[in-house]
């Protein structure tokens, strides 16, 4: 009798030990087929969607105070002249972007909070790693994950890829657009960011289906839009860094916007960073969601 009690104690004690302590907060991502929660792979460009969840625990006096949305891209979120191995990976402003920072004021205190989060991913080969955090000023949650993508053109001498910017007419979600390294932010990334400020060329205005050049408020240097004659047909033609220089050189005079943009236009730019590029509108889609889509090529060197 004596060896069964023993034997239930240890096994009480061992019950006990496994027993989870509640969480003071709590964030978890909501699985769906839909949602991104754990390291996948993506292709360039492709937009992910992920969906999280957080809470104060029930028995809590504290209400949720913070949450903070980070990417970081690794190496870096620019073009890679892979041809030269002598040259070392760029470090840019922008490796890593506060996506979002929200602080709760105890007039707008919440004890849950339901996050969505839709986003392009990188366009250059690499991985960008997500991190999400909640706080109720004394305790922290953290939630992460990664996606990798390749870029099976990353060795050519000009980075091309498939930008989409979703131009939903009240409120465009990810407006801002860095030409360089292919990414569309959203309003937050700017204000929380200096350095997702620091990649910015140009911001979509959805009221004249156009780009506008971005005036960072942080630095002088503008992004320069050129309008060309060429269609998409002559577009595939510029394939060669002299070809798309030229095509920047031969079109019309700097201009602050594109104006109305149409499907196969040409627009000819220079990067906040002296890289030149040309664009084509692929798609002005308004069903099943509002979406400019442009094809994109612009030269990994500046000059």
């Known amino acids: ?56 625990d029930t028995t809590s006096e504290l209400a949720l105070t913070h949450f903070r949305v980070t990417v970081r891209y690794e190496p870096t979120p620019v073009p890679q002249v892979y041809a030269t191995p ?10 890593s972007l506060v996506y979002l920072d929200s602080t709760f004021t105890a007039a707008a205190a919440r004890r849950q909070l339901v996050y969505q989060n839709s986003f392009g991913t990188r366009t250059t080969s690499g991985r960008e790693r997500w991190e999400f ?10 939630r992460t994950f990664r996606v990798r993508v390749i870029n099976r053109d990353s060795t050519a001498d000009y980075h091309q890829y498939t930008l989409r910017i979703p131009t939903a007419p009240a409120r465009p979600a990810r407006p801002f657009v860095a030409l360089l390294p292919g990414l569309a932010l959203p309003a937050s990334a700017i204000r929380a960011s200096a350095p997702g400020r620091q990649l910015i060329d140009l911001v979509y205005r959805p009221g004249a289906t156009s780009l506008v050049v971005y005036e960072n408020p942080d630095r002088t ?33 700097p201009a602050p916007s594109t104006g109305v943009l149409a499907r196969n236009d040409v627009i000819a730019f220079r990067t906040v960073d002296n890289h030149v590029g040309v664009f084509t ?12 889509e442009l094809l994109v090529r612009v030269l990994k060197t500046p000059g």
Do not use: H, W
Not at 239 to 248: D, H, Q, S
């Open 1 to 56: 009798m004596r060896l069964s009690l023993s034997l239930f104690l240890a096994a009480l004690t061992g019950l006990t030990a496994c027993t989870k302590e509640p969480r003071p907060v709590r964030l978890d991502f909501i699985g769906s087929s839909r949602f991104t929660s754990s390291d996948r792979t993506a292709g360039p460009g492709d937009t992910l969607s992920s969906r999280l969840y957080a809470s104060v």
């Open 86 to 95: 002598a040259l070392p990976l760029r470090n840019v402003p922008g490796d």
């Open 133 to 142: 955090t909640v706080s109720d000023g004394n305790n922290m949650s953290t």
């Open 221 to 253: 240097a503008r992004a320069v839009l050129r309008r060309t004659a060429l269609d998409s047909v002559a577009f595939v033609r510029l394939a060669t860094p002299t070809l798309i220089a030229g095509a920047f050189t031969q079109a019309a005079a």
């Open 281 to 292: 509108v692929r798609r002005l889609a308004l069903t099943p969601y509002p979406v400019l």
